[in-house]
């Protein structure tokens, strides 16, 4: 599944991952590969993605670890697009 993560300033991440978590208004939800389509607002909350990735160093500091070693992002709003295995979430 490929995730591309855009903020106002910047396009934040790119690339191929295992899931993507967010914060959705009616609660939080994962999608995997060959997920249904959906759009969604978001919430404030995190994004975790799982997946063997590498952030850009000039956006290393947006981004944190959890626990289990997932990758988190921090957003106040925002909004998810989920179609053919490519997620695209604008986020604040």
């Known amino acids: 599944m490929y995730l591309e993560i855009v ?3 910047a396009t934040l991440f ?4 295992t899931s993507v978590t967010v914060p959705g208004i009616n609660g939080e939800f994962q999608m995997l590969k060959d997920h ?3 759009v969604s607002l978001l919430q404030s909350g995190n994004v975790i993605v799982d997946g063997d990735i590498a952030i850009e ?3 290393e500091a947006k ?3 959890d626990a289990k070693g997932k990758t988190v992002l ?5 909004t998810i697009e989920l ?3 490519k997620v695209i979430v604008l986020a604040d």
């Open 7 to 9: 903020s106002p300033e």
């Open 14 to 17: 790119s690339g191929d991952v």
């Open 36 to 38: 249904a389509p959906i």
């Open 57 to 59: 160093e000039e956006f």
């Open 63 to 65: 981004f944190t670890k």
């Open 74 to 78: 921090s957003i106040t709003s925002g």
């Open 83 to 85: 179609k053919d295995n």
